[in-house]
C-alpha cells in the first residue's frame, strides 16, 4: 500500500537546536514529494518540493531514495517554526498521499 | 491575487440539516481536493476531481457528496450531516506541477 509516515507526532526542540522532521515513503512510482506548513490557525501552504531543491526560511529537504525519506532540516530552529508540518507523495491516479503530521514546538 | 475561497467560514448547524460548503478557485486548475482535519488525525482526503465532472472518492467520503460542474467550483455536499462531521474542512486546487493551493477552512460543528 501507498503510505507516507512521519513518525512522530510531536518534536520539541530548543531555540537555535537543530531540527529534524522525519518523512518516509512507500511507493513504487516515481515520488512527487512536498513538504506544507500550517502555522496556528492558518491554511497549509507549501514549505518545499522535492524537485526545487530550494532552501525555505532555511529549511532543507533531500530525497534519498534508497531510504525512501525525504526528511525536513533546519540547522537553527527558531521560535517563529513553531507549527505543524506535513509531508506528501502523489500516488496512483493522482491521488494524494498525506503523512499525518508532525507538531513542531520550539521552545524559547 | 490567486486564490481558494471557501464558504462558509463558520457554521454550527443540527443533525440532519443539509448543508454545503462552497469552494472557488481562480487559478484555472484542473484538480481540486477537499480535506477534513481532525486532532491526531492529520490530513484526510474526501474527494477529489481531475476536471469538470471527473470526480473520485479520498479514504472518508462517507456521508458527503461533491460535484464539478465548472472548473472553477468545487462544492462539499453534506445531504444529512451528523456529529462526527463535526471537523475542519480545506478545501485544495493545484497545479500540474503537484503544488497545492488551500482555502482558509472551514469549521464545522454538527449538534
Known sequence: AQRVTQPEKLLSVFKGAPVELKCNYSYSGSPELFWYVQYSRQRLQLLLRHISRESIKGFTADLNKGETSFHLKKPFAQEEDSAMYYCRNAGNNRKLIWGLGTSLAVNP | ?111
Open chain 2, 1 to 111: 491575487e490567486a486564490q481558494v475561497t471557501q464558504n462558509p467560514r463558520y457554521l454550527i448547524t443540527v443533525t440532519g440539516k443539509k448543508l454545503t460548503v462552497t469552494c472557488s478557485q481562480n487559478m484555472n486548475h484542473e484538480y481540486m481536493s477537499w480535506y477534513r482535519q481532525d486532532p491526531g488525525l492529520g490530513l484526510r482526503q474526501i474527494y477529489y476531481s481531475m476536471n469538470v465532472e471527473v470526480t473520485d472518492k479520498g479514504d472518508v467520503p462517507e456521508g458527503y457528496k461533491v460535484s464539478r460542474k465548472e472548473k472553477r467550483n468545487f462544492p462539499l455536499i453534506l445531504e444529512s450531516p451528523s456529529p462526527n462531521q463535526t471537523s475542519l474542512y480545506f478545501c485544495a486546487s493545484n497545479t500540474q506541477a503537484g503544488e497545492l493551493f488551500f482555502g482558509e477552512g472551514s469549521r464545522l460543528t454538527v449538534l
